[in-house]
């Protein structure tokens, strides 16, 4: 359905002259990807109504996104996929990794937390082929993405200090997911299969 829309205003955008043929493929992304934000802000205010968690929810999936905009990663072939699978990762972070970890001591916490980020920094972005991304847009996001990392570890210690623990579990989830989908779209980059269908 999403696909349907973008590609109706894209070609509304190609017949008035918005956008060059050789723009075409990109710009169908850019207003697919518009209008996915606009449903994760939909999935973030339903995630946050249904579990009550509306601090908790709101520290995983801004994590998530500042950093997928940066390192990109794995996209679901669908976005009713990508919708559904947005949803159940948020309520087990919720309901299943967050309490585990909420259980761990102070010192192993902060150290899962730093592996992770140190892995973090070491992880490239990596796009759908698609995309025709240059080498420099490439650069300039691994940047951002650093500066992101730096700004989310900052906001980690600052609330910690100030009693707000939960910050420390759900921004970690929020890396750890972001890794995890670098990890498969490489896996789809390299051997392929179910992740290589296209939107249609």
Not at 46 to 65: D, E, H, K, R
């Amino acid at each position: 359905m999403l696909h349907s829309i973008s590609r109706r205003l894209t070609e509304w955008f190609f017949r008035h002259n918005w956008v060059e043929e050789n723009n075409y493929t990109w710009c169908l992304y850019v207003v697919e990807k518009k209008l996915l934000q606009f449903c994760f802000l939909l999935i973030l205010s339903i995630c946050c109504i249904i579990s009550n968690q509306y601090f908790n929810t709101l520290v995983f999936m801004a994590t998530m996104y500042f950093l997928r905009r940066r390192m990109g990663g794995w996209h679901a072939p669908y976005n009713w996929m990508c919708i559904l699978l947005t949803t159940v990762t948020t309520f087990i972070v919720l309901y299943i990794f967050a309490p585990v970890l909420m259980r761990i001591n102070s010192l192993t916490m902060w150290t899962l937390d730093i592996l992770l980020i140190l892995a973090a920094f070491r992880t490239n972005p990596i796009y759908p082929p698609q995309l025709h991304f240059e080498q420099e847009i490439i650069s300039s996001n691994r940047k951002k993405k650093n500066f992101t990392l730096v700004c989310i570890t900052i906001i980690q210690v600052i609330s910690v200090q100030l009693g707000f623990p939960q910050v420390l579990i759900f921004s970690f989830n929020g890396i750890l997911v972001s890794i995890l989908l670098i990890v498969a779209e490489k896996i789809k980059q390299k051997h392929g299969g179910f992740l290589y269908e296209a939107v249609e």
